[in-house]
């Protein structure tokens, strides 16, 4: 069964709109963590925001966060006011704190910021 | 600066060849990750090592070898019995620090010709 589910395999925005990319898990370790990374066209892995499953509040850095709703273990990312540079793909990933620190990545959802 | 480096950054292999990527980190972590990445997709693990001298296969090691002598590097070679091996390859360490996550290298493309 696929641990990260991400339904979008692309999305369009228009600029300065916001956006949400969805992201489901699967775990039942009750210690975890979630992860966004942006990967724009060169490659590069970027870090955007994390969600440990503790975390009362959801995750903010910036124009990103995370609406993390754990009884339906949905951890969504939502990027305010989109730019043109925000175009990329974008993965979830999951870290289940039992299993020796590995991250877990989704099949990513593909963002197009529209002029 | 601290960081991780990946080389060479494209790498053409011909058939029947074993090819080694490199990759090097000087940020002290202890755990070290290789991930292959095929056009469309997402990330898929390959070998992880938590500390030197040891690894474990992640979900598709067959047809890859990894060796961890040193904290600071993680090679991995891709065999020949690796039937498919075009792709871009993904080096990450971490700490134990949760908030940090992973740090990536900038990746090597590997094709076969």
Redesign the interface.
């Known amino acids: 069964a696929q641990k990260?589910t991400?339904t979008q395999?692309g999305m369009f925005v228009q600029e300065k709109e916001a956006v949400t990319l969805d992201c489901t898990y699967d775990t039942s370790d009750p210690s975890y963590?979630l992860?966004w990374y942006k990967q724009p066209s060169?490659?590069?892995?970027i870090?955007l925001i994390?969600q440990?499953s503790y975390d009362q509040q959801n995750a903010t850095e910036g124009r990103y966060s995370l609406n993390f709703q754990k009884a339906r273990k949905s951890a969504n990312l939502v990027i305010s006011a989109s730019q043109l540079g925000d175009s990329a793909m974008y993965?979830c990933?999951m870290?289940e704190?039992n299993q020796?620190?590995?991250?877990?990545?989704?099949?990513?959802t593909e963002l197009s910021v529209k002029p | 600066d601290g960081g991780i480096t990946q080389s060479p950054k494209y790498l053409f292999r011909k058939e029947g060849q074993n090819v080694t990527l490199s990759c090097e980190q000087n940020l002290n972590h202890d755990?070290m990750?290789w991930?292959r990445q095929d056009p469309?997709?997402?990330?898929?693990?390959i070998y992880?090592s938590?500390i030197v001298n040891d690894f474990?296969k992640?979900d598709i090691a067959e047809g890859y070898s990894v060796s961890r002598e040193k904290k600071e590097s993680f090679p991995l070679t891709v065999t020949s019995a690796q039937k498919n091996p075009t792709a871009?390859y993904?080096c990450?360490s971490?700490t134990?620090r949760?908030?940090m996550?992973?740090?990536?290298g900038?990746?090597t493309?590997l094709t076969v010709v």
């Open positions: 990260i991400q395999p963590g992860f060169s490659g590069e892995m870090f994390y440990g993965f990933a870290r704190d020796g620190g590995k991250l877990i990545f989704g099949q990513g | 755990a990750y991930y469309g997709q997402g990330l898929r693990l992880y938590q474990q992640g871009f993904l990450a971490s134990d949760q908030l996550g992973y740090t990536f900038s990746g493309r």
